[in-house]
C-alpha cells in the first residue's frame, strides 16, 4: 500500500529544511499568478513570481534524486516571468512537455484561446529523460478539469487525467515524490495509482483539509500533519 501525507506549511520555509536527494521525484503545479486573484478562495497568488519560480526550482533541485517536473502556464500577465524562467535554467532543462487542453476556456472577441501549458523537466543528474515505453511523445492532450467538484473554492485544480497521464508515462513507480503546491493532492491521487508515495505540502488549511477528504479511500495509508 502506499502512503500519502499533507504538511499544512509553508514551502519557503520547509523546503530548506529537507534534506539533499531526499526524495526520487518532484511534482508540481505552482499558482498562475494571474494578479487578479480569481482562481483561490483562500490564497493571494499576486506574488513575486519570479522569486517564487527561482526559490522551488533550486531548492527542487537540491531535494530530487532524479527529476523536477513544474507545471506552468504562460499567460497575459506571468508571459515574461515564466519566458525568463525557462531561460534562466535552460542548462537544467531536460525536457519541455506540453499539455494540450481540448477544451479551455475561450477568449473573448478576436484574442487567441490559451489553450495549453508547460511541464519543464529539470534535473541536475541527468542529460535525459527516457519514457517508459516506446515512441512517447512530449504532447499530453486531455481535456481541463471541467466537473471540478471543488470550484467554488478553487478553481484551477489539475486535471486527474492529465496527473495520471503524466504518471503512467514519465514518473517510475515505486518511488517517492514531493509536490510543494499540493493544493487539494492532484499529484496525491495520480500517485495511488502509479504505486509512489506522496507527500504534499500546502499552505491554506483548508485546502489540506480537503486533500485528506479526498484522498480518504483511495487505497493508501494518509496522514495529516
Not at 520555509?13 to 534534506?19: A, Q, T
Not at 506574488?47 to 531535494?63: C, G, P, W
Not at 478539469?145 to 489539475?158: E, F, T
Request: charged share 25%; aromatic share 14%.
Amino acid at each position: 500500500m502506499t502512503t500519502t501525507e499533507i504538511i499544512q506549511g509553508d514551502m519557503f520555509k520547509l523546503l530548506p529544511e529537507m534534506g539533499e536527494n531526499s526524495y526520487d521525484y518532484i511534482f508540481t503545479s505552482p499558482p498562475y499568478n494571474r494578479e487578479r486573484n480569481d482562481k483561490y478562495k483562500y490564497y493571494d497568488d499576486s506574488i513575486d513570481y519570479t522569486k517564487m519560480l527561482n526559490f522551488l526550482a533550486d531548492q527542487s533541485l537540491r531535494i530530487a534524486k532524479d527529476y523536477v517536473f513544474i507545471n506552468v502556464q504562460k499567460n497575459y500577465y506571468n508571459k515574461k516571468q515564466v519566458l525568463d524562467f525557462m531561460g534562466r535554467y535552460s542548462d537544467k532543462i531536460v525536457e519541455v512537455f506540453v499539455w494540450n487542453k481540448t477544451n479551455p476556456m475561450p477568449a473573448s472577441g478576436y484574442n487567441i484561446t490559451n489553450s495549453y501549458e508547460f511541464v519543464i523537466a529539470l534535473s541536475t543528474a541527468h542529460k535525459s529523460l527516457k519514457a517508459r515505453s516506446t515512441y512517447t511523445k512530449n504532447v499530453i492532450t486531455t481535456s481541463v478539469n471541467s466537473n471540478n467538484a471543488y470550484k467554488k473554492i478553487h478553481k484551477a485544480v489539475m486535471s486527474e487525467d492529465f496527473a495520471k497521464t503524466f504518471f503512467s508515462k514519465f514518473i517510475e513507480p515505486n518511488k517517492k515524490v514531493l509536490d510543494p503546491f499540493s493544493g487539494l493532492a492532484t499529484t496525491g491521487l495520480a500517485c495511488i495509482n502509479n504505486d509512489d508515495d506522496y507527500v504534499g505540502i500546502e499552505v491554506v488549511p483548508e485546502y489540506a483539509k480537503l486533500s485528506r477528504e479526498r484522498l480518504n479511500g483511495r487505497n493508501a495509508e494518509i496522514t495529516l500533519f
